[in-house]
């Protein structure tokens, strides 16, 4: 499974953001799960939001970021894209796609938003809020 992050870069604080994780590999079609992970300075990687590719593209969203990011999956493309809206100066940091294999039922919120889960993962992209 390759991923490839794009849509980083410097944004206003009050703006909007939309990131894409591209999927490729034979491999993909095993996917069951992508989310996006926010890494700040000296942090942990957290997850954003996920998407549950074997329930429908179920929606998962983490507390810090709910309300303010929209993830959906592009079928046809094999895109996650990530939407920020509106930004805070927080949100700064490393963003990453994630993508879980395997067959995805039944997997509560919990495990779906939780780092360990996700073996394959994209490069990064930047994030720089500015005030």
């Known amino acids: 499974v390759q991923l490839v992050e794009s849509g980083g870069g410097l944004a206003q604080a009050g703006g909007s953001l939309r990131l894409s994780c591209m999927g490729s590999?034979?491999?993909?079609?095993?996917?069951?799960?992508v989310a996006w992970f926010r890494q700040a300075p000296g942090k942990a990687r957290d997850a954003v939001a996920a998407v549950n590719l074997y329930e429908g593209g179920r929606r998962y969203y983490s507390d810090a970021f709910k309300g303010r990011v929209t993830i959906s999956f592009d079928d046809a493309k094999n895109t996650v894209n990530l939407e920020i809206n509106p930004l805070n100066a927080d949100d700064a940091g490393v963003y990453f796609c994630?993508?879980?294999?395997?067959?995805?039922?039944?997997?509560?919120?919990?495990?779906?938003?939780?780092?360990?889960?996700?073996?394959?993962w994209g490069q990064g992209t930047q994030v720089t809020v500015s005030s």
């Open positions: 994630g993508a879980m294999r395997g067959v995805a039922l039944g997997i509560g919120r919990q495990a779906m938003l939780q780092t360990e889960r996700y073996r394959h």
């Open positions: 590999g034979s491999s993909f079609d095993d996917v069951g799960a």
